[in-house]
């Protein structure tokens, strides 16, 4: 089992920033993809930006530039930093954890959601 528990979200002014915090816990194995998703109102989730357990960042178009993901592999933590907020960023952001354990002869897809935490762009 896997716990995923966000923080950090609220209500922002265009152009201001905001931290959120994803604390991951249980049994995580050492080679992984985390990331950020967010929902708008009334549309689809879309990815924001996902970091491997490597290092390695992807982010979406529309956040390159103002956001950056970050993570600590020893705590079991992952931030998103929120720069230049826009009110088209309003959404529920939820933390996603991936990846894949050997499950007999094949490999098994974990995918872990968090509760998702509200951020809210407006004047």
């Known amino acids: 089992q896997v716990q995923l528990v966000e923080s950090g979200g609220g209500l922002v002014q265009p152009g201001g920033s905001l931290r959120l915090s994803c604390a991951a816990s249980?049994?995580?194995?050492?080679?992984?993809?985390m990331g950020w998703y967010r929902q708008p109102p009334g549309k689809e989730r879309e990815l924001v930006a996902s970091?491997?357990?490597?290092?390695?960042?992807n982010y979406a178009a529309s956040v390159k530039g103002r956001f950056t993901i970050s993570g600590d592999n020893v705590k079991n933590v992952m931030w998103l930093q929120m720069n230049t907020l826009k009110p088209d960023d309003t959404a529920v952001y939820y933390c996603n954890l991936h990846y894949f354990r050997p499950a007999g002869a094949h490999l098994q897809e974990h995918n872990w959601w968090g509760q998702g935490t509200r951020v809210s762009v407006s004047s």
């Open positions: 249980g049994s995580i194995p050492s080679i992984y993809t």
């Open positions: 970091i491997t357990s490597g290092g390695s960042t």
